[in-house]
T-cell receptor
């Protein structure tokens, strides 16, 4: 079977390495997913989104993967930089629903 | 292009008091959602306003109420404050029924003593 990434509350990454942040979402009806980055003392900042008709979407240095079979979402950050240190949240939205439901965040710390 | 703004930045209140938080949406946006973020947790949806009406509400008591003005700005009111209401209150704006891109403000840090 296919392995599912474990959600970890914290992730320590060496500068320049790739980061993978995992998220398990709860609602099988959700059709829209977003990754947010939240730095200390600030509101969540949009990183990348994906709709349920896609499995993968790429942005600048970031890639989001969606596995609807196991309700799993991941965010990959290439060549992690010190400025990537933050708390990362995944959020989901179901059709005809107007709210974002956030998962437990992952604190990413980049080591120099 | 102005982003989402919130005021005040920080606020300290005493149990039992009432508080009003304010939000101005991103330029061109007409929908405002409010979220509560307790320390170390993800944001929790409180309610959403569109066309000056509450469109959807999360699992929050009636002590939490809101309002949207004709210029799309919004207020969040919390009555009879409890210690557990201490949190970061976030406002997010989006455009009409296209809710897929919600932009967050910096939040108001409320401390109830």
């Amino acid at each position: 079977g296919e392995s599912v990434g474990l959600h970890l509350p914290t992730l320590s990454v060496q500068e320049g390495d790739n980061s993978i942040i995992n998220c398990a979402y709860s609602n099988s009806a959700s059709d829209y997913f977003i990754w947010y980055k939240q730095e200390s003392g600030k509101g969540p900042q949009f990183i990348i989104d994906i709709r349920s008709n896609m499995d993968k979407r790429q942005g600048q240095r970031v890639t989001v993967l969606l596995n609807k079979t196991v309700k799993h979402l991941s965010l990959q950050i290439a060549a992690t930089q010190p400025g990537d240190s933050a708390v990362y949240f995944c959020a989901e939205m179901a059709p005809n629903d107007y709210k974002l439901s956030f998962g437990a965040g992952t604190t990413v710390t980049v080591r120099a | 292009d102005a982003g989402v703004t919130q005021s005040p930045t920080h606020l300290i209140k005493t149990r039992g008091q009432q508080v009003t938080l304010r939000c101005s949406p991103k330029s061109g946006h007409d929908t405002v959602s409010w979220y509560q973020q307790a320390l170390g947790q993800g944001p929790q949806f409180i309610f959403q306003y569109y066309e000056e009406e509450e469109r959807q509400r999360g699992n929050f008591p009636d002590r939490f109420s809101g309002h949207q003005f004709p210029n799309y700005s919004s207020e969040l009111n919390v009555n009879a404050l409890l210690l557990g209401d201490s949190a970061l209150y976030l406002c997010a704006s989006s455009l009409g029924l296209d809710l897929y891109e919600q932009y967050f403000g910096p939040g108001t840090r409320l401390t109830v003593t």
